[in-house]
């Protein structure tokens, strides 16, 4: 995998995970003993959970479940960010279908990939990024955007086949409405595609199984369920039934965004994974092999 490294913890997460649940404390509706009082149990489980055999992914679930559970006001927050993002990509959906129409098979497909994965700046749990508001992926800026890993040729091989059940992996609101051009656009070549997203109440500004319906997943999609877990990604041990059908019986895996990136390349599916992602922090540039990773475009295949 292009010398993709393990992706073991370093002081840049821990600083990352505290800074973005801090903030989340900061900003609720709580008083300032509860916003102490959270912060202070949010800081103990880090302190007795985070070390450099720490899988992250577990780490910051366990982190947002203990925040959210003490402070639900975090909930409502990033339940009003998430539908004004979501509105935003929907209104200016139209101007990249009309983009990508013009243009050839390949050439379509590659646009609707880079637009796809562009939607992943769309991302307020990364301290340090400043996410980029849908308004602002235009067709031009989406067209000149410089790739780190390009595997885009191999995913349009797998795919343009034809007779695939591909399993969709969501990230964040904004970003998944752009995953629904590509998502058509793959079905067109005769694949069958599944979505999975978050439980309600949702991880940060990740697509719930409630935003799905909002945004019309159930439309686009075979077939959409949610994870029947809180978690932040796929955490196979921890699957309901239903997800556990769907990742078992896919053909192939596409797998959109960071925190997918970071605990399914430690793990073996059994079966073809494509990342697709915009590295916004040094640890994950660094884990796929080079530091200037970060801030560009990767299509990453996972054999």
Request: charged share 25%; glycine share 8%.
């Amino acid at each position: 995998m292009h010398g993709v490294s393990s992706m073991k913890p370093s002081f840049e997460c821990l600083r990352c995970l505290l800074t973005i649940r801090l903030r989340e404390v900061e900003n609720s509706r709580a008083s300032s003993e509860e916003k102490l009082e959270t912060a202070r149990r949010v800081l103990s489980l880090a302190e007795s959970s985070f070390g450099y055999e720490a899988e992250l992914t577990h780490l910051a679930t366990d982190l947002y479940n203990t925040l959210t559970t003490l402070l639900p006001s975090v909930v409502d927050y990033y339940k009003k960010v998430k539908r004004e993002l979501n509105e935003l990509a929907i209104r200016s959906l139209g101007l990249h279908q009309d983009y990508a129409t013009g243009l050839d098979g390949p050439s379509r497909f590659r646009y609707l990939v880079k637009l796809s994965a562009l939607g992943n700046l769309i991302d307020l749990g990364v301290a340090g990024h400043n996410h980029i508001n849908p308004e602002a992926l235009t067709p031009g800026l989406v067209e000149g955007y410089e790739f780190c890993i390009d595997d885009t040729v191999e995913l349009y091989e797998a795919v343009s086949r034809g007779g695939l059940r591909v399993l969709w992996l969501f990230d964040n609101a904004g970003e998944a409405v752009y995953d629904t051009l590509l998502i058509r656009e793959v079905k067109r070549y005769g694949n069958t595609v599944w979505g999975l997203v978050k439980d309600e109440p949702g991880f940060q500004n990740d697509v719930t199984i409630e935003d799905a319906a909002l945004i019309g997943l159930d439309r686009v999609l075979d077939r959409v369920a949610s994870y029947g877990c809180r978690c932040s990604t796929v955490h196979l041990e921890k699957l309901g039934d239903e997800a556990r059908r769907l990742v078992k019986e896919a053909d192939v895996v596409v797998a959109k965004g960071m925190s997918h990136y970071e605990y399914l390349s430690e793990v073996d599916l059994g079966k073809q994974v494509f990342f697709i992602l915009i590295p916004k922090c040094p640890p994950v540039a660094r884990s796929l092999g080079d530091p200037k990773c970060q801030g560009k475009i990767v299509v990453l295949r996972k054999e």
